[in-house]
């Protein structure tokens, strides 16, 4: 289960990854936390609510097609509203009701602490990724294994469930890597899906090469995506 705040974050940060699970059997469900109604352009003239329903309902629609791209089984929209997301205890519930709906084995977030080191397409760090990361870890544990947490959720059926591994994107330290050398082109193709966001890069491909490589090389790899991994 890979969750984050926006589209595309997970394309970015560990669609390699996804992919190479993918292949192996895996099956991977993405949850995206906002509505994704909050990535126009820079430029954009008009922010209003219609402006900002054609938006989400483009970036829905590439995220989708992203995940076709990838093999990924199912994408959720928890609809919470773009650029405001805050670690709610909404949220949080939001969060266990699908853990222990689905059950994962490994989840994937996001980090909830700014990595100072600068680093391609991270020298700033969005406030929604960081809610989206700080609420999951706390949905993670205690309270998904805990069924003294959201009790009424037992009476859905939802049995209180442990995640045994969870790997964070983007956090001060890495501590594992997985090799992406197999996957790359597809986590290439995956991000030009999301054209709204993305098109306007024209060195898109070369960056996040240099990225792989970089992050690789570090754990004597050739391309890579790395998160720091702990076991729960």
């Not at 391609?120 to 205690?142: C, K, M, N």
């Not at 193709?189 to 970089?214: P, T, W, Y």
Request: glycine share 8%; charged share 20%.
């Amino acid at each position: 289960m890979v969750v984050m705040a926006h589209p595309d974050d997970a394309e970015f940060g560990c669609a390699g990854t996804v992919a190479s699970w993918v292949r192996a059997g895996w099956r991977v469900h993405y949850v995206v936390c906002t509505d994704a109604s909050g990535g126009g352009g820079d430029e954009a003239t008009e922010c209003g609510q219609e402006a900002r329903a054609r938006i989400s309902a483009t970036r829905k629609a590439e995220q989708r097609a992203a995940a076709d791209i990838l093999g990924v089984s199912e994408v959720v929209f928890l609809d919470q509203p773009d650029g405001l997301l805050q670690p709610t205890i909404e949220l949080r519930k939001q969060l266990v009701r699908l853990l222990r709906r689905l059950r994962p084995t490994t989840v994937v977030c996001q980090s909830p602490e700014r990595s100072w080191v600068p680093q391609l397409f991270l020298p700033r760090y969005h406030p929604d990724h960081l809610a989206a990361g700080q609420a999951t870890l706390a949905a993670i544990y205690p309270a998904s294994q805990n069924p003294w947490d959201f009790p009424d959720l037992l009476a859905e059926g939802l049995r209180p469930h442990r995640v045994r591994e969870v790997l964070v994107m983007g956090a001060p330290h890495h501590n594992h890597a997985v090799d992406i050398g197999d996957t790359f082109g597809l986590k290439l193709a995956a991000l030009h899906a999301h054209a709204s966001q993305v098109g306007m890069s024209a060195d898109l491909d070369d960056r996040m090469r240099e990225l792989a490589a970089e992050r690789g090389a570090a754990f004597g790899m050739g391309l890579a995506e790395t998160f720091n991994r702990t076991e729960n």
